[in-house]
């Protein structure tokens, strides 16, 4: 069983995704993750978007996922990195990433391998479009740019990240456009897609 929930930044998709497989006892993927992780290897490696440059990378890139659902972990080419995937500069670099064509191949290569035989809640922005078009549940999670905005400044707080509120409404409205907006599986709700706004909701 498939469950897809796709949405925009911070609008409570992946706590509720998590929350669903515990609730299932069933596995729980973050592709958003799989994204950021491949942001953090361009950036430590200084390494150019340039198409040779991209097709070497992404040989040479092995990402790892624990099935967990009480604790995520994203194993890059053999290192824990899942601390260092949410920073503010992963964050305003990986729209550049997730826009390239041959690392979303690669990265849907990974999706559908790694939810082979088995039953998964799998959240991103392209899950009941693209990747699992034939999932047998799909939700879209969303919720006001102010609201989201409170809760990933809320959450920055209490991980000590002194930043200012219309910087992170700045980082999400931006990467809304984004993500929204480029050419390769936007992010967009699928035709038969249960529609959840968690501008009112608790997470409960
Ligand atoms: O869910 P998140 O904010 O951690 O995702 C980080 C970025 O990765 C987001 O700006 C868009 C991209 N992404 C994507 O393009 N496709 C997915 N399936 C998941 C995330």
Do not use: C, W
Request: glycine share 2%; aromatic share 6%.
């Amino acid at each position: 069983m498939i469950i897809a929930i796709d949405g925009p930044a911070s609008s409570g998709k992946s706590t509720t995704s998590r929350l669903v497989a515990k609730k299932l006892r069933i596995s729980y993927l973050n592709t958003g993750s799989m994204y950021r992780a491949v942001t953090l290897y361009f950036l430590n490696n200084n390494y150019s978007l340039e198409k040779d440059n991209v097709l070497e990378v992404i040989k040479s890139i092995d990402i790892d996922v624990s099935d967990s659902v009480e604790k995520e972990s994203i194993i890059l080419n053999g290192i824990d990195v899942t601390s260092k995937l949410r920073t503010l500069k992963v964050s305003s670099f990986v729209s550049k990433i997730s826009s390239n064509n041959l690392i979303r191949e690669k990265m849907v290569e990974i999706q559908r391998k790694i939810s082979q035989n088995k039953s998964i809640v799998i959240d991103g922005r392209d899950i009941g479009t693209v990747v699992f078009p034939d999932a047998d549940y799909k939700f879209f999670i969303t919720a006001s740019i102010e609201e989201r905005a409170k809760r990933r400044f809320e959450e920055l707080q209490i991980e000590n990240k002194s930043v200012n509120f219309e910087f992170v409404m700045k980082e999400i409205r931006d990467r809304d456009y984004l993500d929204s907006t480029r050419e390769l599986s936007p992010l967009k709700k699928a035709n038969n897609a249960i529609l959840i706004d968690t501008t009112h909701l608790t997470l409960d």
